[in-house]
C-alpha cells in the first residue's frame, strides 16, 4: 500500500501513532516485541476504523473539481492517464524513469485501448516537460495529442461530449506554443517559427515552413508573442474563441518592395494563428521523423481549417490581442499632445489621413467607424471593441475603423479630414463599387467626435462661409493655398455612403465647460496646424479688404463648442440627409433628465429630433462610451443594422 494514500484514509491521531511506532520498531530487543505488539494493535484499530475498499464522500464542489482536472490546471493528470499508469503497474517506474514508463505504454498502442493510450501518452508527456523543460518533450505532448484528435479510423473520433477532446485540443496547443518557443525569453513567451529539427524522446520533429509567405494586410510579420499567457488589464471581460492552434500576438512589418496596406498602422501589432499540420505521425511514434508544416492564419478572416476531411475551428484571443495592440502604445502620447499640438501625429497617420482599420478590409463586412472625443483617441474604444468582437454576431458582420484626429484644431478642418480619408478608404477597397457592405457605413461619435459625424451627413451650402464674409466665396480674390483651405474645410456635401450615425455625449448646443473658465484656460493652449497658420496672415489681408467681417476669427475646436460661436449654431440647424438614421446616447449624472448634465454636456445640449432612437444612461458621465448600457446599446443598434435576430 502506498503511503500517500495511507495517510490520506487514516486519521491524524492513527498516523501519528503508527509513525511513533514505527520509529520505535528499529530499536532492539524488549523494544523491538513492545513496538510489534503496538504495531498489531494499530493495525486493528485501522481495520476497524476503515474498510480496506470503500468510499469517502466528497462536496459536489470537489467531486465537479476533479471531473475537470488535468496536468493544464493543476498539479495532478487526469483520471484517465492515471488509470493507465496503475493498470500496467507503471507508478513507481514513472516517478524514477518517466521515459521508460512511457515507452512501455507506448508499445501497447495498436490495441483496442488505443484511443486512451494516446490521451494519457499526451498528458504524461507533458507533464515530464513541465518537469524538464525539454521541447522535445513538449512537442511529444502535441504530437500524440494529434493522433489523439485526428485518429486513422474515423470511428475512433473523440465526441465533443468527450471532455478528454477539449483537453486534448489544449495540450496539443500548448505543447506547440512551449515546443516552439524562443529558449531566451523575459516575461513573454516569443516563439521561434523557423524551418528546422527538433529532437524527441523518440525520433526527431522536423518543421518546414509554408509554401508560401504569409502576409497580414501585406505585411510580414516578426516577433510573435503567446497570447494565452498574458493577463489583460483595463477591460471587463476576456473572450477566447475555442479551436487548435497557437493564438499570437505579432508585429507587422515591411516587407521588401511591398510596405503593406497603409490602412494598418505600420509596426502595429495584430492577431495570428500558428497551426503546425502534423504528418507520419504513426511513424514517428514508431521511432522515425515527424513532420509538421506551420501554417499561419488571420482567425478573423479564416475561423477555421481543414483536417481529415472536416472544419475544426482555429484558437484565437481576440480581447488578448486588442490589449496587447494598446499595452505601451504610443496612441496614449497622442492624447493630450494631439490636442495642444495639432501637427502632432503617429506614424502613418498622414497617409491616411488619421483613419485605420483595425484589421485588413473584409469583403462583405460592414465598416464601423469610431471617432473619438476631445483630448482623447482611439484607444479609448478598447472596452466597446472588445464586447463587439467577443460577439461572434457582430464580429461576423461588420469590420471595425478608428479615425484619429487632434483634438484641438478647428472642427471643420477635422471633419473635412474624415471625410476625405472614408472617401479615400471606400476607393481603394472598392473602386468598382461592387460591395454594398462599403455603401452601408454606419459612424459612432464620441463627444466632439459626434459633432465631426453630423458633418459627414449635412450639405452646408454656403452657410459656414456666411459666418464669415459678405462676399461669396467664389468672388474673394485669395492664394490657391487658402481657397483649397477653406474650400474643404467650409462647405460640406452628405457622404451617400453613410447610412447610420450614433451620437453618444455629442455637445450639439455646446458644452458648459467650452464657456466657463476652463474653456478659456483650454484655448491658450491649443496651437493651430502650420497649413492654417500658413493662411492666417492671408486671412488677416482679407479682413482689411473688407472681405472677411472684422471680428471673425479662426476658431479653435474649443470655440467650436461654445454656443455662442455661430459656426455651431449653424451645425446644429442643418438637417441630417433623408436617408441616414440616427440614434443618440445620452448620459446624465442625476434626475430629472431635462436639467442634467454628465459632467460636460448638458441634456438639452446632447438631445436632438428627429432620432430613430435615443437612450438616456444614467447615472453616467460623460465618457459612456465604456459603460456596459452605452456598450449594449450600440450592440442593439448593429443587430437592428444588420438585421440580425
Not at 318 to 343: C, H, N, Q
Not at 350 to 360: D, I, M, V
Not at 370 to 399: C, I, K, Y
Not at 538 to 561: F, H, I, S
Amino acid at each position: 500500500m502506498r503511503t500517500d494514500r495511507f495517510a490520506n484514509h487514516t486519521p491524524s491521531w492513527l498516523r501519528g501513532g503508527v509513525r511513533r511506532t514505527l520509529a520505535a520498531a528499529m530499536g532492539s530487543g524488549r523494544e523491538k516485541r513492545a513496538a510489534a505488539l503496538a504495531f498489531g494493535f494499530a493495525a486493528t484499530l485501522v481495520l476497524a476504523c476503515a474498510t480496506p475498499i470503500g468510499v469517502t464522500h466528497l462536496s459536489a464542489r470537489d467531486a465537479d473539481r476533479g471531473l475537470g482536472q488535468s496536468i493544464l490546471n493543476g498539479d495532478r493528470t487526469t483520471t484517465l492517464s492515471r488509470e493507465y499508469l496503475e493498470r500496467l503497474g507503471l507508478v513507481d517506474l514513472y516517478e524514477k524513469n518517466p521515459h521508460e514508463a512511457l515507452s512501455q505504454l507506448r508499445n501497447g498502442l495498436g490495441g483496442p485501448d488505443e484511443v486512451g493510450r494516446l490521451f494519457a501518452l499526451s498528458e504524461l508527456w507533458f507533464e515530464s516537460a513541465l518537469k524538464s523543460g525539454d521541447h522535445g518533450e513538449y512537442l511529444a505532448s502535441a504530437i500524440y495529442a494529434w493522433a489523439f484528435l485526428f485518429p486513422k479510423d474515423p470511428a475512433q473520433n473523440p465526441t465533443p461530449y468527450d471532455g478528454h477532446m477539449r483537453q486534448a485540443l489544449d495540450l496539443y496547443n500548448r505543447g506547440i506554443t512551449e515546443g516552439l518557443a524562443a529558449p531566451d525569453r523575459d516575461d513573454e513567451t516569443v516563439l521561434d517559427l523557423t524551418p528546422r529539427e527538433i529532437p524527441l524522446p523518440f525520433g526527431t520533429f522536423v518543421m518546414t515552413g509554408p509554401a508560401t509567405e504569409f502576409r497580414y494586410g501585406g505585411y510580414r510579420l516578426k516577433h510573435f508573442v503567446s497570447m494565452r499567457d498574458v493577463e489583460i488589464r483595463g477591460m471587463r471581460n476576456r473572450y477566447r474563441r475555442a479551436g487548435i492552434g497557437s493564438a499570437l500576438g505579432a508585429q507587422v512589418e515591411a516587407a521588401p518592395g511591398a510596405e503593406g496596406t497603409k490602412w494598418i498602422p505600420p509596426n502595429a501589432k495584430v492577431p495570428v494563428t500558428a497551426l503546425v499540420r502534423l504528418a507520419d505521425v504513426r511513424a514517428g511514434i514508431a521511432g522515425a521523423k515527424v513532420n509538421g508544416s506551420l501554417e499561419l492564419y488571420d482567425a478573423d478572416e479564416t475561423p477555421s481549417v481543414q483536417i481529415d476531411g472536416r472544419p475544426v475551428p482555429l484558437e484565437s484571443e481576440p480581447s488578448a490581442t486588442i490589449a496587447y495592440r494598446l499595452d505601451k502604445a504610443p496612441v496614449w502620447d497622442f492624447e493630450i499632445a494631439g490636442f495642444r499640438r495639432p501637427d502632432f501625429t503617429l506614424p502613418g497617420a498622414a497617409k491616411t489621413k488619421g483613419l485605420f482599420f483595425l484589421n485588413p478590409y473584409r469583403p462583405g463586412r460592414i465598416p464601423v467607424v469610431f471617432v473619438h472625443g476631445t483630448a482623447s483617441s482611439p484607444a479609448r474604444w478598447a472596452e466597446m471593441a472588445n464586447e463587439l468582437l467577443g460577439d461572434p454576431r457582430v464580429a461576423s458582420r461588420f469590420q471595425l475603423w478608428f479615425f484619429i484626429y487632434n483634438s484641438g484644431q478647428p472642427i471643420l478642418v477635422s471633419a473635412a479630414n474624415l471625410r476625405e480619408s472614408l472617401q479615400s478608404a471606400v476607393h481603394d477597397m472598392d473602386p468598382q463599387g461592387k460591395d454594398p457592405a462599403l455603401r452601408n457605413v454606419v459612424v459612432v461619435g464620441h463627444s466632439q467626435g459626434g459633432l465631426l459625424t453630423k458633418l459627414l451627413v449635412v450639405k452646408s451650402g454656403d452657410a459656414f462661409w456666411k459666418n464669415a464674409s459678405d462676399v461669396p466665396f467664389a468672388d474673394v480674390k485669395m492664394s490657391d493655398d487658402t481657397r483649397a483651405l477653406l474650400k474643404r474645410a467650409a462647405f460640406f456635401e452628405p457622404l451617400p455612403f453613410v447610412t447610420r450615425v450614433v451620437f453618444i455625449s455629442t455637445p450639439h448646443k455646446g458644452s458648459y465647460i467650452a464657456e466657463n473658465w476652463l474653456g478659456m484656460l483650454a484655448r491658450r493652449f491649443v496651437n493651430f496646424p502650420a497649413a492654417v497658420t500658413n493662411s492666417v496672415t492671408e486671412l488677416g489681408t482679407l479682413r482689411q479688404q473688407a472681405a472677411l467681417r472684422g471680428g471673425w476669427r479662426v476658431p479653435t475646436a474649443v470655440d467650436n463648442m461654445d454656443w455662442s460661436n455661430p459656426g455651431l449654431r449653424t451645425l446644429y440647424s442643418l438637417p441630417i440627409a433623408p436617408w441616414v438614421k440616427v440614434n443618440s446616447i445620452i448620459p446624465v449624472l442625476s434626475e430629472p433628465y431635462a436639467t442634467a448634465k454628465d459632467g460636460v454636456v448638458a441634456y438639452q445640449s446632447a438631445h436632438i429630433e428627429p432620432v430613430e432612437s435615443e437612450l438616456v444612461v444614467y447615472p453616467s458621465g460623460h465618457s459612456t462610451q465604456a459603460t456596459p448600457p452605452t456598450i449594449e446599446e450600440v450592440r442593439r443598434i448593429l443587430y437592428e443594422h444588420a438585421g440580425i435576430h
